[in-house]
């Protein structure tokens, strides 16, 4: 593999990655009835409209895939999103509990 393409390809990879975890930040959000744009923008108060949280939130349906909690924030911590673990965390604490 060329540098260039080596280097075109890690580029690609890490921005799929990095659309999986909106995406399953969403699905998480719309299946606990929690507004991913409101989590997001308490954890990132400074930054600009994110499109791929938009576009995440026009796509994604209910329960269209169960995300567990504990799934979601290592998703999260794995990309060093720990200000928005940190709300979801919050956010997770205040769903009624399940028996």
Known sequence: MEYESRE???IKKYQQ?????????VQWCVN???DPLALYTAAY????????????MEETEAF?????GDVLLEVL??????DLAFEVASAMEKL????
Request: proline fraction near 5%; hydrophobic fraction near 35%; charge should be negative.
């Open 77 to 82: 911590q794995s990309f060093g999103n720990d």
């Open 96 to 99: 009624p509990r399940e028996e």
């Open 32 to 34: 606990h009835k929690v």
């Open 17 to 25: 990655d990095e659309e999986t975890m909106v995406r399953v930040f």
């Open 8 to 10: 075109d390809f890690i």
């Open 64 to 68: 269209e895939y169960d995300i567990g």
């Open 45 to 56: 108060p400074a930054q600009a409209e994110n499109q791929l949280l938009k576009t995440a």
